[in-house]
């Protein structure tokens, strides 16, 4: 089972609508859970951290589930400024794994 | 603020060449990463280091050297360039316990190998 794993779409989705991601991680010893966002031929940037309760940052949601090993991320009312590339993050130790992404396309 | 600089920005090497990729931060940061971004493989951690003086190897560090002689630089070698080099690379840096950190990002190195 690969570290983390993700869908890596594309997702197609229409402007206002909901889209959720989920992400896998194998192991069961990780501390730490992240979503970047990722534009074309630009670097990841921090889009929210994933606490154990789950958070929420405006229209985006994200939630970790310890017992299933997956975090989630969910994004209401999209827009076009939304689409780009979405990549779930873990730790393994002092290791910081990224999953390969998944790709939003946001349709007008 | 300048944060995480990357040079170059872009390079062409011939195999067998060596070349050194810079890696500065200017926000006193412990921790420094590098990753190479292939397409549809994601980012993979090549080297890390966690403080100045100590490096370990990531996911994919054969090819590659770094040292951690200064908190700011985290300077990355290629010995001997081969084409399967050919990729992006970005340094990052996060304060404290990298685990708990967002990491922040350099503009990246596009990496040629011919």
């Known amino acids: 089972r690969k570290e983390v794993e993700q869908d890596p779409g594309p997702f197609n989705v229409p402007e206002g609508a909901t889209v959720a991601f989920n992400c896998t991680y194998s192991n069961s010893a990780s501390q730490s859970f992240f979503w970047y966002r990722q534009d074309c031929r630009k670097e990841p940037k921090l889009l929210m951290s994933v606490y154990s309760s789950g958070n929420e940052d405006g229209r985006f949601t994200a939630q970790l589930n310890r017992a299933s090993q997956y975090i989630s991320l969910l994004i209401r009312d999209s827009k076009l400024s939304d689409s780009a590339t979405y990549l779930c993050v873990v730790n393994k130790d002092d290791k910081i794994i990224f999953g390969k992404g998944t790709r939003l396309h946001i349709l007008p | 603020n300048a944060g995480v600089t990357q040079t170059p920005k872009f390079q062409v090497l011939k195999t067998g060449q060596s070349m050194t990729l810079q890696c500065a931060q200017d926000?006193?940061?412990?921790?420094m990463s590098w990753y190479r971004q292939d397409p549809g493989m994601g980012l993979r951690l090549i080297h890390y280091s966690v403080g100045a003086g100590i490096t370990d190897q990531g996911e994919v560090p054969n090819g590659y050297n770094v040292s951690r002689s200064t908190t700011e630089d985290f300077p990355l070698r290629l010995l001997s360039a081969a084409p399967s080099q050919t990729s992006v690379y970005f340094c990052?840096?996060?304060?404290?316990?990298?685990?708990?950190?967002?990491?922040?990002f350099g503009d990246g190195t596009r990496l040629s190998i011919l």
């Open positions: 926000m006193n940061h412990e921790y």
């Open positions: 990052a840096s996060s304060e404290g316990q990298a685990k708990y950190q967002p990491q922040h």
